[in-house]
């Protein structure tokens, strides 16, 4: 059975995380920030830009990893539950009752690293679904198991 407790996601998918993010910022970053600033700076753009999305990338990947840290889930009589952030906090819970399907997705960097996002699909509105991202791919079968078990024995009843 599971820890009723909040776990926390595998330190191995922090880099992962922390990389998505990084990435995310330094697009932006480059050329918004690239720009302007060697516009104003009257400075060559192409090094500015790659300074500024160098910042971001720096920048995105130490939010992520913080990011990462502050994600966590569990399973309890209650059902499954998700939660993330910090300054703002989101926790999500899916009664059993509502699981309609579950999917593990895997990208190839998740298969190299032995992680899966979990995806509980629940009843409701058209694209009503919890994800829960880089699990160790071992608790995200488990726990797909699991619900899949708890959804079947519902189902009967």
Same mark, same amino acid.
């Given at each position: 059975?599971?820890? %009723?407790?909040?776990?926390? !996601? ?17 697009? $932006? ?17 192409? $090094? ?33 539950? +998700?939660?993330?952030?910090? !300054?703002?906090? +989101?926790?999500?819970?899916? $009664? ?20 899966? +996002?979990?995806?509980? @699909? ?5 694209? %009503? ?16 198991? @699991? ?11």
């Amino acid at each position: 059975m599971f820890p %009723a407790d909040w776990q926390p !996601l595998p330190r191995r998918g922090a880099l992962l995380y922390a990389a998505g993010a990084g990435f995310a910022l330094a697009v $932006p970053a480059g050329l918004g920030l690239g720009m302007v600033a060697s516009t104003l700076l009257d400075l060559p753009r192409v $090094p500015i830009i790659a300074a500024a999305a160098l910042a971001g990338l720096a920048l995105g990947g130490l939010v992520g990893l913080r990011r990462h840290r502050r994600i966590g889930w569990k399973l309890d009589a209650d059902g499954f539950a +998700t939660r993330r952030g910090g !300054l703002w906090r +989101t926790e999500t819970l899916v $009664p059993v009752s509502r699981v309609q399907h579950l999917d593990l997705e895997r990208g190839p960097l998740e298969r190299k690293l032995g992680l899966a +996002t979990l995806v509980v @699909h629940t009843a409701g509105t058209r694209m %009503a679904a919890v994800k829960l991202p880089l699990l160790a791919l071992d608790d995200a079968e488990a726990l797909r198991a @699991h619900l899949a078990r708890q959804v079947e024995t519902d189902d009967a009843l």
